[in-house]
T-cell receptor
Framework: GQNIDQPTEMTATEGAIVQINCTYQ??????LFWYQQHAGEAPTFLSY??LDGLEEKGRFSSFLSRSKGYSYLLLKELQMKDSASYLC??????????WGAGTKLIIKP | GAVVSQHPSRVICKSGTSVKIECRSL??????MFWYRQFPKQSLMLMAT?????????EQGVEKDKFLINHASLTLSTLTVTSAHPEDSSFYIC?????????????FGEGSRLTVL
């Protein structure tokens, strides 16, 4: 079956760095997405990786290793507004998105 | 980025009534839109794929007669929850893929929170 695993919850301190991991097992691979979702709101796009390596976009970076079925989202200089759920999703061979359950990130002052 | 608008954002209705939720792509054409349901503290669950000009494709376990989807144009898809019951109370979110982007990125509507009394 298809499976996306990510931690349920993480806690970090304002100004620090946090890494949210995502491992996946899917039928085929056409890219991995990270979305941010604040409570009660719709998800917003953060990043897309289809090739191995690190993609940097401001304070957020996303890494992919296709051979390991592994990705991480790295958040630097954490701000209180970064408190949200972070969803990992993989597009399979049928171009369907398989969603992880999300990681709730709690930022403490 | 592309904009997807969803309406209404909140709706409260009595049990047994029907509720229609609209999803519009404002600045791009979307031949395919997706409808999700999200219960508290859970991830998105794909309900159905809405295809312009044809029948929607429903995920296993989703009743197509209860959740009616109509994708009448390239910019509008509607989800109608028929004979709603309290267990249908949830956050419903639509999304669309802008085919002109190479990433296949999904753009989400603002979501509609349905409360059935």
């Amino acid at each position: 079956g298809q499976n996306i695993d990510q931690p349920t919850e993480m806690t970090a301190t304002e100004g620090a760095i946090v890494q949210i991991n995502c491992t996946y097992q899917t039928s085929g691979f056409n890219g991995l997405f990270w979305y941010q979702q604040h409570a009660g709101e719709a998800p917003t796009f953060l990043s897309y990786n289809v090739l191995d390596g690190l993609e940097e976009k401001g304070r957020f970076s996303s890494f992919l290793s296709r051979s390991k079925g592994y990705s991480y989202l790295l958040l630097k200089e954490l701000q209180m507004k970064d408190s949200a759920s972070y969803l990992c999703a993989v597009m399979d061979s049928n171009y369907q998105l398989i969603w992880g359950a999300g990681t709730k990130l709690i930022i403490k002052p | 980025g592309a904009v997807v608008s969803q309406h209404p954002s909140r709706v409260i209705c009595k049990s047994g009534t029907s509720v229609k939720i609209e999803c519009r792509s404002l600045d791009f054409q979307a031949t395919t839109m997706f409808w999700y349901r999200q219960f508290p503290k859970q991830s998105l669950m794909l309900m159905a794929t809405s295809n312009e000009g044809s029948k929607a494709t429903y995920e296993q376990g989703v009743e197509k007669d209860k959740f009616l989807i109509n994708h009448a144009s390239l910019t509008l898809s509607t989800l109608t929850v028929t004979s709603a019951h309290p267990e249908d109370s949830s956050f419903y979110i639509c999304s669309a893929r802008d085919g002109s982007t190479h990433t296949g990125e999904l753009f989400f509507g603002e979501g509609s929170r349905l409360t059935v009394l």
